[in-house]
């Protein structure tokens, strides 16, 4: 069977927008629609203010920080540090962002000033969620059975608990 050819130089008749690099069902599009849903008191109750301040260097839309943190929160990625990266690597992240990179400094300043109202917040985009039918809350349960730890011999380098 041949092989297609490695390009990394193919250059784009007409550049693609991010929006077409980002499927119509995927959860970074439930977090901008439920962001920009949000009424303007729930935005005064987080201290958001949407037309930002008239003086000094623009700043990011707090809307586009909030939407990273709430995403962030749903895959699972909780570190300041951890989200800056992803602003910089991540389709999803650069789409809700609008191709921002915002540094982990901003990401942790925002999530300081606002963490009690956006705990709140992602309970309510659970339960925004599941209304929708866009997630199934499902029974997990464990009977208590413990498992030992094992140790893997992988070459020269022994890995405790592998995988996880």
């Keep these: 069977m041949p092989l297609r050819p490695l390009t990394r130089e193919q250059a784009w008749l007409l550049p693609p927008s991010l929006d077409d690099l980002l499927p119509e069902e995927h959860p970074a599009r439930f977090v901008a629609a439920f962001v920009d849903g949000l009424s303007p008191a729930t935005l005064a109750e987080l201290e958001i203010n949407r037309e930002g301040e008239a003086l000094g260097a623009p700043a990011y839309h707090p809307c586009g920080l909030l939407a990273v943190w709430l995403y962030g929160f749903m895959t ?26 915002p540094d982990h400094n901003t990401l942790w300043r925002f999530y300081r000033s606002h963490r009690a109202a956006m705990r709140r917040l992602l309970k309510e985009t659970v339960t925004v969620a599941v209304d929708i039918g866009y997630v199934d809350l499902a029974l997990q349960a464990v009977d208590g059975t413990k498992v030992a730890r094992t140790l893997l011999q992988i070459g020269p380098t022994t890995l405790q608990g592998w995988p996880g």
């Excluded at 800056?84 to 999803?92: F, G, K, L, S, V």
């Design 76 to 101: 699972g990625v909780r570190s300041s540090r951890k989200l800056e990266a992803a602003c910089r690597d991540q389709i999803p992240l650069l789409w809700l962002t609008g191709c921002q990179r």
